[in-house]
Nanobody
């Protein structure tokens, strides 16, 4: 499956962005999906993940209440709604897909998007 992330950009602190990750070349509904982020020079960090049906959802604890992951299986797309953004949210955000939700959560997905840059100014 191929993943194409989009929606990044420059936003002021307190603002919102919605990232999208469009999948192609596979049966999207069979994949658990996730979002990760990486600041240059630092390790990639888990952000959120959800199961193929959206019934199981996990977040980085510190992001709960500000970030929301969702999916539309009819559109083969997973979303990350990011609200009340902070400068420390600045990073390249990657989407990931795997049939195992646990593998997605632990960063062991076989499929990754190319990343989209989010910059939050203070």
């Amino acid at each position: 499956v191929q993943l194409q992330a989009s929606g990044g950009g420059l936003v002021q602190a307190g603002g919102s962005l919605r990232l999208s990750c469009a999948a192609s070349g596979g049966y999207f509904s069979s994949y658990s999906m996730g979002w990760f982020r990486q600041i240059p020079g630092k390790e990639r960090e888990f952000v959120a993940a959800l199961s193929w049906d959206g019934n199981s959802i996990y977040y980085l604890e510190s992001l709960k209440g500000r970030f929301t992951i969702s999916r539309d299986n009819a559109k083969n797309t997973v979303y990350l709604q990011m609200n009340s953004l902070k400068p420390e949210d600045t990073a390249v955000y990657y989407c990931a897909a795997e049939t195992s939700l646990q593998k997605v959560r632990t960063g062991r997905s076989d499929y990754w998007g190319q990343g989209t840059l989010v910059t939050v100014s203070s």
